[in-house]
T-cell receptor, first 112, second 117 residues
Framework: DAKTTQPPSMDCAEGRAANLPCNHSTISGNEYVYWYRQIHSQGPQYIIHGLKNNETNEMASLIITEDRKSSTLILPHATLRDTAVYYCIVRFYTGTASKLTFGTGTRLQVTL | GAVVSQHPSWVICKSGTSVKIECRSLDFQATTMFWYRQFPKQSLMLMATSNEGSKATYEQGVEKDKFLINHASLTLSTLTVTSAHPEDSSFYIC?????????????FGAGSRLTVL
């Protein structure tokens, strides 16, 4: 799997957009970018994933650079409940279930 | 959406006893499930891959005789911590792939917190 690099922590004011960067400069062509988050003492929660194109769902947007070497997760209007550790994971998909390896992630603190 | 249920949510046991943790996919079938462990202030560490109808695959450094995994059906996987000791106290989390077209997205259980006295 391609190695990912994330800042250890970030702060964001409630109501503002939270932009969480992830560097994956060694990503290969068949590797997806996945984002999960873990709120304290809970299991991780899937947020979004993408391969090449930008993606958006009800939770967030994922912006992947054209060279795919980095991506940004955007929470458009952060709330206090978005305070969590956010994990960026790169993993290939071959048509069958595949394990995911979690790094240290970014601890996002949303404040009033 | 897909839901993975874990039971128990928390358990306290005496050193030397065995503890079983159940992981169920409630509204979908899972031929594969993944078991993770998380120590305080650390990230998740994959322990093993549970396979329905066959032996589990353990990650390097994980004792398969201590952490017994059984994938009895397409909706149930169990992790048994045998002869538990205080150093086994941790947060254990299972997950199952949802099978999104073209990618594998994992649904995680809420976790089971084990405290060994």
């Amino acid at each position: 799997d391609a190695k990912t690099t994330q800042p250890p922590s970030m702060d964001c004011a409630e109501g503002r957009a939270a932009n969480l960067p992830c560097n994956h400069s060694t990503i290969s062509g068949n590797e997806y970018v996945y984002w999960y988050r873990q709120i304290h003492s809970q299991g991780p929660q899937y947020i979004i994933h993408g391969l090449k194109n930008n993606e958006t769902n009800e939770m967030a947007s994922l912006i992947i650079t054209e060279d795919r070497k980095s991506s940004t997760l955007i929470l458009p209007h952060a709330t206090l409940r978005d305070t969590a550790v956010y994990y960026c994971i790169v993993r290939f998909y071959t048509g069958t279930a595949s394990k995911l390896t979690f790094g240290t992630g970014t601890r996002l603190q949303v404040t009033l | 959406g897909a839901v993975v249920s874990q039971h128990p949510s928390w358990v306290i046991c005496k050193s030397g006893t065995s503890v079983k943790i159940e992981c169920r996919s409630l509204d979908f079938q899972a031929t594969t499930m993944f078991w993770y462990r998380q120590f305080p202030k650390q990230s998740l560490m994959l322990m093993a891959t549970s396979n329905e109808g066959s032996k589990a695959t353990y990650e390097q450094g994980v004792e398969k005789d201590k952490f017994l995994i059984n994938h009895a059906s397409l909706t149930l996987s169990t992790l048994t911590v045998t002869s538990a000791h205080p150093e086994d106290s941790s947060f254990y989390i299972c997950s199952a792939p949802q099978g999104f077209s073209g990618a594998n997205v994992l649904t995680f259980g809420a976790g089971s917190r084990l405290t060994v006295l």
